[in-house]
């Protein structure tokens, strides 16, 4: 995903500030616009508002307004577009603004990004989006040697326990060590969902890939006409990112242009403040990918590995996606194991959950794939008897969720022996 092309308007005071914010370098500044350009000092053309040509203000990507937000009427009565209205405050961060569209649906607008909410699901989605720009642009800004001791305090919150970096026990904290220290170039390439392809494909084969229709850098250059009837659209740099189309002819393409617009404007490593760094290196596409479903069942089941040392130790199964998701654990042997998470409860029939079809080659593969890797998690479905590669995972549910089975924790942290420190990727 390119960097937007803006125009940058302030006050001298305002300008500094905004130069400070770390949130600066994801934008492509283009020039400066201010009353008095006389007192503004930078390596940019800096210009009056009045002395730009309208036709220049639709070619840039928006205008961010770091002082006077008042002066927006001005370029709205130019007939700049809204949503290239971009407001920062150097307290506050991305500020919020709107209206109301010709149906009453309520519009907003934030760091160049359009919502239509129209319903409370639409809001939650706003909601989390927002909360991702506000926690990206102070992570962004934290100094990389207090990693640590933010992620620390954070851990204390969730869990009520201490996180102490020189004395890591249990697995949980070992995945908190692991996102800062063990963020290598490797692990961004295999948490890239378009890069693992060839990866996997090297290293298993080709045939094991859920097939891909297509990959983009932006939502506009794809053309639908050339995509199925059914299909699944994504983003490479995150989790949760798809959008399921399962009758084109009923797919709001404007709710999805503007999910993915936005997902593309989030680095997932940061979005809940949480460091998980490998994901900040991975650069932003859009995915289609055939939309897989099998003819037995209804529901797919992830049967995602959990391998430490290189070697496979347990299954974990993920049921129930679109009704009450249940989460199980199986050894070796497809044996249930007292293993519960506290935010997903068990399977009430765990006996129920089918084993794969292909247990012992799902074992091989994760085996081949997890090699080198000190913990991974490597996710496969099954689909019409065959097996299919879901993706790579370093740390999962980002490490933030506590066990509860009593030992849990503590036996998967001593089967966790951490790699060697490798310095923090640069934000």
């Not at 040509?53 to 070619?59: A, D, G, T």
């Not at 996997?200 to 859920?210: S, T």
């Not at 003819?295 to 995602?304: A, N």
Request: glycine fraction near 6%; charged fraction near 30%.
């Amino acid at each position: 995903m390119r960097k937007k092309k803006v125009l940058l308007h302030g006050t001298l005071d305002s300008l500094q500030k905004f130069f400070s914010d770390a949130v600066s370098r994801d934008f492509e500044i283009v020039a400066v616009l201010s009353e008095e350009p006389e007192k503004i000092s930078v390596k940019l053309d800096v210009l009056k508002p009045q002395s730009l040509p309208k036709f220049v203000y639709n070619l840039v990507d928006g205008i961010i307004f770091t002082g006077d937000k008042s002066a927006a009427e001005f370029f709205i009565k130019q007939g700049v577009a809204p949503r290239k209205i971009i407001l920062w405050d150097a307290a506050q961060g991305w500020q919020v603004f709107g209206g109301r569209d010709s149906d009453g649906t309520r519009v907003a607008f934030v760091c160049g990004l359009e919502f239509h909410i129209r319903n409370d699901d639409d809001a939650k989605d706003f909601n989390t989006i927002f909360g991702w720009l506000q926690n990206q642009r102070q992570v962004k800004n934290i100094p990389p040697q207090y990693y640590p001791a933010v992620l620390a305090q954070k851990f204390r919150q969730r869990t009520g326990r201490p996180l102490d970096f020189n004395h890591l026990t249990t697995f949980t904290e070992k995945l908190q060590w692991i996102k800062i220290f063990d963020a290598t170039p490797l692990k961004s390439r295999l948490a890239d969902k378009y890069a693992v392809r060839r990866w996997v494909a090297d290293k298993i084969g080709a045939q094991y890939l859920i097939p891909l229709l297509g990959v983009w850098d932006d939502f506009d250059d794809i053309d639908f006409d050339e995509l199925p009837d059914q299909f699944v659209l994504k983003c490479n740099h995150g989790s949760g990112m798809n959008i399921i189309v399962r009758d084109k002819k009923n797919f709001d393409k404007r709710n999805a242009r503007e999910k993915i617009n936005a997902w593309l404007a989030v680095d997932y490593s940061i979005a809940w403040g949480d460091f998980e760094l490998h994901y900040t290196r991975i650069k932003r596409k859009i995915l289609a990918e055939k939309f897989m479903t099998d003819k037995e069942h209804f529901d797919l089941v992830d049967y995602k590995i959990f391998c430490f040392d290189g070697k496979p130790v347990y299954f974990f199964c993920a049921t129930n996606r679109s009704t009450d998701l249940r989460f199980d654990y199986f050894d070796m042997n497809w044996k249930h194991i007292d293993i519960e998470q506290a935010n997903h409860p068990n399977s009430d029939h765990p006996e129920k959950i089918r084993k794969p079809k292909n247990f012992k080659l799902m074992k091989k593969l994760a085996a081949t794939l997890a090699e080198g890797f000190a913990h991974v998690r490597i996710d496969f479905y099954e689909i019409d008897g065959r097996v299919y590669f879901g993706e790579m995972t370093f740390v999962h549910d980002g490490g933030n969720f506590s066990y509860k089975s009593e030992g849990t924790d503590e036996y998967l942290g001593g089967l966790l022996t951490l790699p060697n420190l490798t310095p923090p990727p640069r934000l």
